[in-house]
């Protein structure tokens, strides 16, 4: 009994690894959770409403394609999710028409019960495995909710988040008392921005490149910035996230970025309005014959709390034994 108690033991902490296993380079679903009481609209002081679909409709353009939108509304309740696979720019109109016909009648600004809410219907229809998400609250109010425990909701998503999760808490008019700050800012992978935080996106141009297995390989990636104003209070690094052989799930530790590569607007180089390059090393650290994929992936941090950014997916470098005779390239545009 107590050997098949291990074996059981044994494979559901092989599932539990499975469910939690994450790639950089799955499709991002974005989750805007948006306060619909009517203080947006001016009871109890003053009219944001329109200032807010604006910001919503910039958040909306900034999401890359492809991903998944999701929009709840709340008050004391939760309403939605409305869904929307963004594909392309009429997609996104779609996304904002939503928005735009948002009716904003509600009273009672419970946040914790509808984040809550919101984080379920993610994690439980958007696996880790599958899925990066992203998730939203914005709100002009402060917690109204009687008894309402902030510091379980974020335990839970934290316990449940996969590592290129995140979620952001917008407070429009700096209405969140410190001790909420404080447990936001405990919490892994989430954090509150103030007023109309502006939107960030840096994209890699190139998605796949091959190369030979062995020794110091140089490159140079290509960078996509959308609202380059607001690079220098970015930073982003080039990492590996994983390294798998081909046709298997196994980890080789062979492969190294020497140097570790930070991507600012002091380090990378520009080519032309809105596009950069960083050239880094890649290092075999031994003669290994196995075929691998190289998922490099882009963690970034804000050194604002005005910006916020749109994850980006990485890329992957297909190390073969033998020269590529192509590369897979973005807007036939190539590697050098």
């Known amino acids: 009994m107590k050997k098949t108690f291990l074996i059981l033991w044994a494979l559901f902490l092989c599932s539990v690894q499975a469910l939690k296993a994450q790639d950089s380079s799955n499709p991002f679903v974005h989750c805007l959770v948006l306060d619909k009481t009517m203080s947006m609209t001016g009871h109890g002081g003053t009219d944001i409403w329109a200032d807010v679909q604006n910001y919503c409709y910039e958040w909306i353009d ?4 492809p991903s ?12 939605g999710p ?4 963004i594909n392309s720019a009429s ?12 009716n904003v009648d509600g009273r009672n600004t419970w946040i914790s019960f509808s984040l809550d809410k919101a984080i379920k219907h993610v994690y439980d229809n958007y696996s880790t495995s599958h899925y990066n998400r992203r998730i939203y609250l914005i709100t002009d109010g402060k917690e109204e909710q009687p008894g309402a425990d902030l510091a379980s909701v974020l335990h839970n998503y934290e316990s449940w988040k996969g590592d290129y999760d995140y979620l952001y808490y917008v407070d429009l008019r700096d209405m969140a008392p ?4 404080n447990i936001i800012d405990d ?14 996106t840096i994209t890699p141009l190139f998605k796949t490149v091959n190369c030979v297995l062995g020794g110091s390989k140089s490159f140079e990636q290509h960078f996509l910035i959308d609202n380059e104003t607001l690079f220098s ?17 196994n980890v080789v530790p062979n492969v190294t970025i020497t140097p570790s590569v930070d991507i600012n607007k002091q380090m990378a180089q520009k080519l032309e309005n809105g596009k950069y390059k960083v050239k880094f090393s890649l290092d075999f650290r031994n003669e290994s014959t196995c075929e691998c994929d190289i998922f490099v992936g882009l963690p970034g941090c804000s050194q604002s709390d005005k910006v916020l950014r749109f994850q980006p997916g990485g890329f992957v470098i297909q190390a073969r034994n033998k020269p590529a005779p192509k590369v897979t390239t973005k807007k036939g545009m190539g590697w050098h």
Not at 91 to 102: F, G, L, M, P, S
Not at 238 to 247: A, E, F, P, V
Request: with cysteine; net charge positive.
């Open 62 to 65: 900034g999401v890359p394609e």
């Open 187 to 200: 919490t892994d992978d989430c954090s509150i921005v103030k007023g109309f935080a502006k939107f960030l």
């Open 233 to 249: 209070e970015m930073k982003f690094s080039l990492r590996i996230d994983s390294i798998k052989k081909r046709g298997t799930e």
């Open 178 to 181: 410190q001790d909420v700050a």
């Open 82 to 85: 409305q869904k929307f696979e």
């Open 68 to 79: 998944t939108i999701l929009l709840f509304t709340f008050d004391k309740n939760i309403y």
């Open 91 to 102: 997609d996104k109109e779609k996304a904002k028409d939503a928005v735009r016909n948002i």
